[in-house]
């Protein structure tokens, strides 16, 4: 019987019952595979479903501080003590956290009320009609021939032609510079690279389950590590209905509260 690839969310502990601030729209989780959902409109969905969370606050990072950025470093999963570097022990310490797998840093543009050992959970984050940007390393294909890596035709089966019928052919290293310019399509590696899939309408969520479903296909396998973030692409229909309800979001996707300065020193 295979193994099951599934990576197992860490369970929150005491200290991560207070909830960390939704400003931070980002979350990690497990890609579990693929279904289909009807729409309340009936109309028939292909949708991915991620078990988002949930997740733990770790480390948080202000502009003022000796990083010069704010930002908060969030974890998922879980991992034997055998496996803990030292440098990640002090962390779930600090935040008196479980072992946790996988860590990521978001940028944020201000990391007030964030503190180690908050929870992140789906609830408060993402609601059905949200979009998000989904990232994950992509299906390792390994090693491919320029045939298939990049649809090369071939050489020709016969007139004098002899074992070359998936030949690249030439590389022009003869002309005028005497070497092979940079970007020559040939050989190479194929996946295994981080992919972001943009702009995934978010179909459906299940806060007692940590299951969000986007619409269409997620990079990477199932039980791959995935990212969920606010997506940063240009939707004009969003930002209308924003712009229209008066809300005013700085670029990292943070609510700018009414009478606060959008840039510093503006009077």
Known sequence: M??????????????QTKQAPATLRALLGTKMGMTQLFTPEGELKGVTIIKAGPCAVLQVKKADGPDGYAAVLIGFGEKPAKAVRSSEAGLFKKAGTT???HLREFR??????????????????FEVGDYVDVQAPSKASGFQGAMKAHNFRGMPASHGSSDKERS???????????????????????????????????????????????NGPVPGPAG??????????????????VKASGIRKDKMGNIIQPGADKKKGKK
């Open 168 to 214: 690249p052919g030439s590389l022009a290293s003869r002309r005028s510079l005497g070497r092979v310019l940079k970007g020559q399509r040939m050989a190479t590696r194929k996946g295994g690279e981080t992919t972001t899939a943009q702009k995934m309408a978010v179909i459906k969520v299940e806060l007692e389950s940590n299951l969000i479903y986007v």
């Open 108 to 125: 944020i543009g201000d990391s007030k009320g964030f503190e180690p050992g908050q929870a992140l959970t789906l609830e408060g984050r």
């Open 99 to 101: 072992n946790l797998r």
């Open 224 to 241: 791959a590590v995935v990212a969920i973030i606010e997506t940063s692409a240009n939707l004009k229909k969003v930002k209308a209905a």
């Open 2 to 15: 295979a193994e099951e690839t599934t990576e197992t969310a860490a369970a929150p502990t005491a200290a």
